[in-house]
């Protein structure tokens, strides 16, 4: 896949370095408390390493991209779409920003952007589509200001730190989003 370039960050392929800082993350229970219950168990080594060697070799369903600082290239977190569905255009995505000290900065919000861009003006996909635990405000905000519209909910399908909570499942049509380009011009 070709570098996604915006303003502040690029979009690229997954290296071999990018170990380390995945590492750093994925025991993080700072970051993980917004992720996919994937992060309940502690993660190993070698369970990184094989997840990133099979993006890296292609072998995995899954496609995406590191968020690197448009600088330097170093990563800050990825952005990986699943469940792609060719016949019907569609996919689901998912994206960590893997240190906290970065959050709040706009760094999720561009890359959903560029991800957008690529998925229905390169993929010709019509649906992007994903789901967020409903006490993460913050993703909640930027998905909105991306354009996604909640389509519905898991009611007290997550249970966390003694609680069940709603999933939300957000998602934006292509329409949608050229329309956005079109008044945002």
Known sequence: MPHLIG????LR???????????????NSAITYYLSDAFLYPHMRNGTEAYL???????????????ADRLTEQYIGQIDLFELDWKNRSAEFGMVIGNALLHGRGIGTEAVRL???????????????????????????????????????????????????????????REAYVERQLTHK
Do not use: P
């Open 53 to 67: 060697n099979a993006l890296l070799d292609g072998s995995s369903e899954q496609k995406g991209f590191v968020i």
């Open 115 to 173: 991800l957008q861009q690529f998925v229905f003006m390169e993929l010709n996909l019509n649906r992007l589509q994903l789901e967020v635990y409903e006490y993460n405000k913050k993703a909640i905000r930027c998905y909105t200001k991306c354009g996604f519209r909640e389509e519905g909910r898991l009611r007290e399908r997550h249970f966390s730190q003694g609680r069940y909570c709603d999933v939300v499942i957000m998602a934006i049509l």
């Open 13 to 27: 392929e997954y290296r071999q370095e990018d170990l380390s800082c995945m590492r750093e993350w994925c025991n």
């Open 7 to 10: 303003e502040n960050i690029i």
